[in-house]
């Protein structure tokens, strides 16, 4: 199915001054690459008649070489369109459609003969451009200091942003026009983590999600992040252009590079409706096919963990008090247990039998190996073997109770970023997993670099992430990677990295300030462009003095958008990140997290506003039943949805799991009340959303006695 149209054009003169246009498939946007008369290589991009960006500059600056931004002749352009449908291994939709326009320039530099490829895909939801390097003897191996990608923008756009940090997403989001944009000052103010890095005055992480004044909806992000540095955006406040900044390395050099290779695409998504941008396809598109060719082990799951209670403080990582043990050396069974070990045989085994009375398909175990004595503060290069379990998690004994239970126990690798540690044991860390029966591991990397001066978003931690997706794959092992860098569809190429955190997950409302009501409205417009998130849904007990009386925290949000999230946040991976006693207090509730699907045929974004509230409609993989998940910040709202989705004149019951009339998230979070109702394809359901609050519903194909039975809605 794939329809290519390859046209080169030979230019046998120099062609500064000369610009090249190019359309998207259904000529919603247009692309122009032009040299200027230094040879600058530019692009400017536009809807319809609206300009995107004004001429922006291209190139990269390169270590004791001249740099790649201007001086270059065009040698030759070449145009290509592709059309083709391709089907995920597992996600929102089960076809996506890849079809673009593309034109590749291939540029000279004058006065050193290098030669750089400037390869454009043109969307009719957005654009994706990278630089390419053919093998030659003018470059061959080459650090790159710089790249000089700039974005023109047209006006001083309302912007959605994080602090441009090369250690970590953790941030909570702050809304300002670009020229307000201060991330030093707010980054100043979240220091929950540690691991702070350098951060610009005016430098925004990815993806960074804008609106202008015109009603304009703009994303850039970047697409395939392999062996090269994560992309930050320096944001010029006169004249609203923003400015491609490196994460570095440990002696401030941003890429080596070999040739043949090429930098990953630089995107920008637009459109005039913020919920298109949600179902956008195209940083998927550019990323490659699946590496992977036998699939059926990659499996989409819901889990339960031993997680929760320490981060709420009933239950520890660490079996001992003492800290600072050596790992080599200690016997592990002399120690003395503190009593509030979470990972013990007999804990694991009611998560077992809660996962399987439930249908719940894995059990995540935190702290069930030695060296969590050590694990943050004394930052030893030594702190995880990754293969010893403590005295009182008897993994063998485990393993048969998990199979007899049909359930799988989910590994955990924690390397409080001691990452050469980490690469050094690996396979046997694999090797132990396939003999006690683990199919799929959550990694961490808490804390500041091993060796340090490596970032967590730098190409070495880049090229880290990479192998050990790689080496897993290799495996059949899936995994969740939590601190690593921000995802840019490479799921698509490594479909069994099928989560990542990389942003402020929910357990930052356990110990933290929190996430705001609006947080989880932004996160799909920024965090999720590149990927699914493990964002661990799912909290009942809300107000967390339940566990310690003084406990001044809760999470920001009511019961009911609990549920809800599971469906706005897209995740192949879903934890039902409460204790099985909070669950079981709620069972009414926690039915849908029994039924939620985690892989669909279909979705449909119906409303979204980024800061305000998304609704979302999807299907269950090869089955009828929708799901739909709907979220407010902190006002209410109601919302109308539209049920045209659905197949015309036949009935269906929708199940709402709602805010009670009267929730509220701070005053009254877990008022939640169930409807049923019959309906059709013709309804409008006026969904009620209390402040901070959500609905979760079930919509399925009704039976003749249903149809009867219940009551109509109206
Ligand atoms: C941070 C992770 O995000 C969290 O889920 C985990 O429990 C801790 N690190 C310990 O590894
Ligand atoms: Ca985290």
Redesign the pocket.
Known sequence: MRAQLIIAILFCVSLSGYSQVLTSPQKKLTLQFQLTEKGEPTYQLSIGNKKVTEPSLMGLELKEQPALTEGFTIARIDTTSVNEKWNPVWGEVKEIVNNYRELAAHLQQTTTGRNMIIRFRLFDDGLGFRYEFPAQSKLTYFTVTGERTQYQLTGNHKSFWIPGDYDTNEYPYTTSVLSEVDALTESKKYNEIGTQSPIGKNVVQTPFMMNSADGLYINIHEAALLNYPAMYLKVNQENFSLSTELAPDAFGNKAYLQTPCNTPWRTVLVSYKAADLLMSKTILNLNEPSVIKETSWIKPQKFVGI?WG?HMGTATWNYADQGNIILKNTDWSKLKPNGKHGATTQNTKRFIDFAATHGLDGVLV?GWNVGWEDWAGNWKEEVFDFVTPYPDFNVNELQAYAKEKGVKLIMHH?TSSSVTNYERRIDQAIRFMKDHGYDAVKT?Y?GRIIPRGEFHDGQWMVNHFTRVAEKFATNKIMMDA??SVRPTGQHRTYPNWMAS?AAR?N?FNAWSSGNPPEHETILPFTRLMGGPMDYTPGIFQIKLDYYNTGNKYQVHTTLAKQLALYVTMYSPLQMAADLPENYEKHLDAFQFIKDVPVDWDDTKVLEAEPGDYIVTARKEKGKQAWFIGAITDEDKRDVPVSFSFLEPNKTYVVTIYGDAPDAHWETNPMAYAIQNYTVTSKTILKLKLAAGGGAALVVKPATAEQSKKIKRYK
């Open positions: 997680w320490m935190e924690e961490g808490v939590h601190e955190e997950g357990e």
